[in-house]
């Protein structure tokens, strides 16, 4: 029972890339998530999907995109990676109800130089 | 707008006393849930303790227990008996709840960051 994983762990990009990070769940939970973390900050939500085959957007979801390909596995695309798109990623699931605590992936790093 | 508040960036403890994580949170909804999430150096996220707005008792689990006001609305985070392991950066949360929905966010405070000293 690996939870939350994400792939990759790292990843360097130059302004203008695109790419796609992965987030796969095993808990058969029908919500999932994905969160920013800036230095200083505390993780702000981009996207979110309440349930498979639906998406909504965050509080930060400009120049992301997202898609809930299954019940277990939730992607986030950047179609033209920015310097300022620089931060950790962190995917998160729950089970969709009450008290619906959020179980979080170990985060991707990204650099857009 | 919801809002979490963490006033303290950094505290201190000495190893086997207890600490007090302060945390307040700004909502006008009747239901909601507060969440405190610890992260180690290492990165990942970890959850610590859930209190609901509607629960008389406050939130234990194991050394921590959430120390729930609601009129004050303040969740703070109590750690009794420090252990070095504890160094992180802890993080107060808060996700509303309404009519049947979790209205699908965290709203995440700043973070305080923990030391425990030896």
């Known amino acids: 029972n690996a939870g939350v994983t994400q792939t990759p762990k790292f990843q360097v990009l130059k302004t203008g890339q695109s790419m796609t990070l992965q987030c796969a769940q095993d808990?058969?939970?029908?919500?999932m998530y994905w969160y920013r973390q800036d230095p200083g900050m505390g993780l702000r939500l981009i996207y979110y999907?309440?349930?498979?085959?639906?998406?909504d957007k965050g509080e930060v979801p400009n120049g992301y995109n997202v898609s809930r390909l299954n019940k277990r596995e939730f992607s986030l695309r950047l179609e033209s990676a920015a310097p300022s798109q620089t931060s950790v990623y962190f995917c998160?699931?729950?089970?969709?109800?009450?008290?619906?605590?959020?179980?979080f992936g170990p985060g991707t790093r990204l650099t857009v130089l | 707008a919801q809002k979490i508040t963490q006033t303290q960036p950094g505290m201190f403890v000495q190893e086997k006393e207890a600490v007090t994580l302060d945390c307040t949170y700004d909502?006008?909804?009747?239901?909601?849930?507060l969440f405190w999430y610890k992260q180690p150096s290492s990165g990942e996220m970890i959850f610590l303790i859930y209190?609901?707005?509607?629960?008389?008792q406050n939130a234990t689990e194991g050394r921590y227990s959430l120390n729930f006001q609601k009129a004050r609305k303040s969740a703070n985070l109590v750690i009794s008996a420090s252990q070095l392991g504890d160094s992180a950066m802890y993080f107060c949360?808060?996700?509303?709840?309404?009519?049947?929905?979790?209205?699908?966010?965290?709203?995440f405070g700043r973070g305080t960051q923990l030391t425990v000293w030896p």
């Open positions: 998160a699931s729950s089970v969709g109800s009450d008290p619906d605590t959020q179980y």
């Open positions: 808990m058969n939970h029908n919500s």
């Open positions: 999907s309440a349930s498979e085959g639906t998406t």
């Open positions: 909502t006008s909804d009747p239901s909601y849930g």
């Open positions: 209190q609901g707005s509607y629960d008389q």
């Open positions: 949360a808060m996700r509303r709840f309404r009519r049947g929905s979790t209205l699908g966010r965290l709203y």
